[in-house]
């Protein structure tokens, strides 16, 4: 099953590359504070949760 809440705690580029989706900034919520993310290890404010469009985004693409 998805994991929208993001445990895998990666930024929103490393969950667009790894769901092969495109998610905007706009479709996730984030964090108040940047952190490093252990995908690509910069810092980055890292998503703790996906609005219905970011959510959708993901099951439609598998
Ligand atoms: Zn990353």
Known sequence: MR???N???????CLNQRYG???LPS???YS???MLCPG???MHQIPIGFRFR????IILKK
């Open 21 to 23: 989706t495109s998610l």
């Open 54 to 57: 970011g959510k959708m985004k």
């Open 27 to 29: 479709d996730c919520r």
């Open 3 to 5: 994991d929208f809440g």
């Open 40 to 42: 690509c290890n910069q």
């Open 7 to 13: 445990k895998a705690g990666v930024c929103r580029q």
């Open 32 to 34: 108040t504070y940047s």
